[in-house]
């Protein structure tokens, strides 16, 4: 069971253009984390978030974290190839020693 | 070793049959994690390792699940009398593991049984 939804489920678009992937939950978290998924391997950490409202840029990829610290959006701007992946939001747990509660995921594929 | 280390990569398993996954963590990381991924979810939690405690074994879906980190390294996940649910990739994950490294997960490339 998910407790953290992800919208859309999958998304196909051109190289250049832009994306959003969303995550929301009814639960409170310390803190998001979204990860990046390729066949055959383990998620990677991309980025982590703690503070409500609070917005952090990695190169091409922003990302937010709601004021209630319940959702959370990735923003990538001027699509490649190579962020062709499954896209991971998972929220830590609050006092937890590191438990994280996954979203189903977002397939993303960049075509040139 | 440089990541985590996970083996087998592919496992095919006969309904019925035990199976052991094994998961060597980053040198000096002393919270490992198992995680359980269907086809087309996300990452379910199974147990948590600190050390060679296990202190959190909640996720594990039955009493066919059982892990075990005797030496506070290396991890082995065994299931028993597989199902064709057990049919996933399963996901080792080893931090640091206090304050804010708890938090910061590698995870190894992942184990995929499939269960005839």
């Known amino acids: 069971t998910q407790l953290l939804e992800q919208s859309p489920q999958f998304l196909s678009i051109q190289e250049g253009e832009n994306l959003t992937v969303y995550c929301n939950s009814s639960?409170?978290?310390?803190?998001l984390q979204w990860y990046r998924q390729e066949p055959g391997e383990g998620p990677v950490l991309l980025v982590t978030v703690v503070t409500g409202g609070e917005v952090k840029k990695l190169k091409r990829l922003t990302f937010q974290f709601g004021d209630a610290r319940k959702d959370s959006s990735l923003h990538i701007t001027a699509a490649q190839p190579g962020d062709t992946g499954l896209y991971l939001c998972a929220g830590v747990e609050t006092d937890s020693w590191g438990k994280l509660q996954f979203g189903a995921g977002t397939q993303v594929v960049v075509t040139p | 070793g440089a990541g985590v280390s996970q083996s087998p990569r592919y496992k095919v398993a006969k309904r019925g049959q035990d199976v052991a996954l094994r998961c060597d963590p980053i040198s000096g990381h002393v919270s490992l994690f198992w995680y359980q991924q269907a086809l087309g979810q996300g990452p379910e939690f199974l147990t948590y390792f600190q050390n060679e405690a296990q202190l959190d074994k909640s996720g594990l879906p039955s009493d066919r699940f059982f892990a075990e980190r005797p030496e506070g390294s290396v991890s082995t996940l065994k299931i028993q009398r597989t199902q064709q649910e057990d049919s996933a990739v399963y996901l080792c994950?080893?931090?640091?593991?206090?304050?804010?490294?708890?938090?910061?997960?590698?995870f190894g490339a992942g184990s995929r049984l499939t269960v005839l």
């Open positions: 639960s409170v978290f310390s803190s």
């Open positions: 994950a080893s931090s640091l593991g206090g304050g804010i490294g708890a938090n910061v997960l590698t």
